[in-house]
């Protein structure tokens, strides 16, 4: 009997821990901003099917490691209708976004990013976001800057994409074999719808905008991160080649670099920070 109220503690206790990483999170620190960068807000898109878990541990660790605040959380429910959890923290604020219609595409995803944009400016007088997003999320991102970023009234400053699909013939769901066609000085050699799509629209992002793109490859004789190819991911210096974009690129290596756990690195976390604060 002890052993098994023994196991449902647990199993409760690991239930509450689960929930909270889908909820604002204050903390008793320093709150004005030592300079810009650390008051402009950072949104965190998952990728497909996402939830709490996808970005909660991450964002916990930029509140403990680096003295951020995940003050707040912004919820889309399948009708598009926003719920925010919170406020906005003067330093360094963290929002996690969460989609309840799990399969929404980034086309749909990017018209709530849109949302959430407009209301972070009427509601709360923001002016500037970051945006990072992981796998599909990343799709997302560069979706709303492809297609809705100059109707926005929020400025991007940065972004942040971590193992993303860019020239995958699947960017959702996983397919038999990691695509990963050859990259040549021109681009790849061959390009997949979603790298056509963006390809189209891609004058349209602003060339002031700062991307830090991080891909994985879990050794030497697989070139990918179990998912995602790094010529697929890498592929999207190609596309912002013409948009004069500042880009930059980091490959992570080895068993803790496949495709579900790089948002569970130090060497992300650290790499996110130094990007996003210059710290």
């Known amino acids: 009997m002890a052993g098994s109220l023994m196991v449902l503690a647990a199993l409760i206790f690991a239930v509450i821990k689960i929930i909270r990483f889908g909820k604002p999170k204050t903390r008793g620190t320093r709150e004005d901003p030592l300079n810009q960068l650390e008051g402009i807000p950072t949104l965190f898109i998952p990728g497909y099917f996402g939830n709490r878990l996808s970005f909660g541990r991450l964002l916990n660790r930029l509140a403990h490691r680096y003295g951020a605040h995940k003050s707040m959380v912004v919820k889309v429910d399948r009708h ?7 406020t906005l923290s003067k330093s360094k604020p963290l929002i996690q ?17 849109m949302a959430i944009c407009a209301l972070l400016h009427t509601r709360y007088g923001v002016e500037q976001v970051n945006l990072v997003g992981h796998s599909m999320g990343c799709i997302t991102i560069f979706w709303f800057l492809t297609h809705q970023i100059r109707q926005s009234a929020v400025a991007v400053k940065r972004v942040v994409t971590i193992a993303g699909p860019f020239n995958d013939s699947e960017i959702a769901k996983s397919t038999d074999k990691v695509d990963a066609y050859p990259l040549s000085p021109k681009g790849p050699t061959k390009r997949m719808p979603i790298y056509r799509e963006l390809s189209k629209q891609i004058f349209e992002i602003p060339k002031d905008i700062k991307v830090l793109n991080i891909a994985g490859r879990i050794s030497n ?40 756990l790089l948002h569970e690195n130090a060497i992300v976390d650290e790499n996110i920070a130094k990007f996003i604060w210059n710290i």
């Open 221 to 260: 004789s697989q070139q990918d991160d179990g998912e995602v190819s790094v010529n697929s991911a890498f592929s999207l210096r190609y596309l912002l080649h013409d948009p004069a974009t500042q880009y930059h690129e980091i490959l992570i290596r080895g068993k803790r670099a496949t495709h579900r």
């Open 97 to 113: 976004v969460l989609f309840a219609k799990k399969s929404s595409r980034p086309q749909e995803q990017a018209e709530w990013v």
């Open 80 to 86: 598009g209708r926003i719920q925010v959890l919170g």
